[in-house]
T-cell receptor
Framework: NAGVMQNPRHLVRRRGQEARLRCSPMKGHSHVYWYRQLPEEGLKFMVYLQKENIIDESGMPKERFSAEFPKEGPSILRIQQVVRGDSAAYFC????????????FGPGTRLTVT | GENVEQHPSTLSVQEGDSAVIKCTYSDSASNYFPWYKQELGKRPQLIIDIRSNVGEKKDQRIAVTLNKTAKHFSLHITETQPEDSAVYFCAASKAAGNKLTFGGGTRVLVKP
């Protein structure tokens, strides 16, 4: 049973470009969470999605950031017009459909904005 | 919203000694408290969790205690080994299908 998958693992973008981060949850999981980890800091919640629905986006910056989890395919976190402050590790986590508390994390995407 | 404080930020122990990390939370509605271990450049790994209906849980060398009245919970690692060296994060959430609010992390160094 494969774990949570994320790609790419490393992403370098110039200021002003777009970054697309992908997350495939564990098999049988339909809840996806995105977290951001700045260097030497803890994880901060960004957004929680179920298939085709955004459930909680209270941690998402108001501009440039968006997320989706389509009926088919991975969840995508999109950052438009990246700035140096977006450089961080972005982790997604997944949990099962039936109300389980546990969240299992993917390996993360390390975004560097030059 | 929920706020989770974690102490200490760094902890250095001799191999074989115990390590204790403490967290406090602010939202009395929180009822799920996981602990994650993160090695350098790796994903956070769930190592143990506790729910509000129990006060203590143990798994081999690690144990977690919860005091709902005081709104704090702790991680205890006994007989520490060099491979326990990592950053440990506590977290809290209200229920299944809710976001985790993390503490700031504790960098644990186990000296051989």
């Amino acid at each position: 049973n494969a774990g949570v998958m994320q790609n790419p693992r490393h992403l370098v973008r110039r200021r002003g470009q777009e970054a697309r981060l992908r997350c495939s949850p564990m098999k049988g999981h339909s809840h996806v969470y995105w977290y951001r980890q700045l260097p030497e800091e803890g994880l901060k919640f960004m957004v929680y999605l179920q298939k085709e629905n955004i459930i909680d986006e209270s941690g998402m910056p108001k501009e440039r950031f968006s997320a989706e989890f389509p009926k088919e395919g991975p969840s995508i976190l999109r950052i438009q017009q990246v700035v140096r402050g977006d450089s961080a590790a972005y982790f997604c986590a997944s949990s099962p459909e039936t109300g389980a508390d546990e969240q299992y994390f993917g390996p993360g995407t390390r975004l560097t904005v030059t | 919203g929920e706020n989770v404080e974690q102490h200490p930020s760094t902890l250095s122990v001799q191999e074989g000694d115990s390590a204790v990390i403490k967290c406090t939370y602010s939202d009395s509605a929180s009822n799920y408290f996981p602990w994650y271990k993160q090695e350098l450049g790796k994903r956070p790994q769930l190592i143990i969790d506790i729910r509000s209906n129990v006060g203590e849980k143990k798994d081999q060398r690690i144990a977690v205690t919860l005091n709902k009245t005081a709104k704090h919970f702790s991680l205890h690692i006994t007989e520490t080994q060099p491979e326990d060296s990592a950053v440990y994060f506590c977290a809290a959430s209200k229920a299944a299908g809710n976001k985790l609010t993390f503490g700031g992390g504790t960098r644990v160094l186990v000296k051989p």
